[in-house]
Nanobody, 111 residues
């Protein structure tokens, strides 16, 4: 059974940084594309970033230059480094591979 567990969320001031982790079990991450999505209150769940099995990355325009997705295949973990955070980044962040989703981790950017 595939399980994804996100961690690393929290409350941070504007301009701050957080690093989210997505740990997988029941699946060998190295062979799969991993996605990060986010859902703000009252809004749809939107795609944020992707990393392919080969390490190619892609980002939604609103986070380019601020967020970095990376993977550690030895730890079966994907990360989302988030810098220069803005209040509009406030959301629950989810990782996904295929149809498998994690439970999400809350990120709140507020002074």
């Amino acid at each position: 059974q595939v399980q994804l567990v996100e961690s690393g969320g929290g409350l941070v001031q504007p301009g701050g940084s957080l690093r989210l982790s997505c740990a997988g079990s029941g699946i060998d991450f190295r062979y799969f594309v991993i996605y990060w999505h986010r859902q703000a209150p009252g809004k749809s769940r939107d795609w944020v970033a992707t990393i392919t099995a080969g390490g190619v990355t892609n980002y939604v325009d609103s986070v380019k230059g601020r967020f970095t997705i990376s993977r550690d295949n030895a730890k079966n973990t994907v990360y989302l480094q988030m810098n220069s955070l803005k209040p509009e980044d406030t959301a629950v962040y989810y990782c996904r591979t295929g149809n498998n989703w994690g439970q999400g981790t809350q990120v709140t950017v507020s002074s």
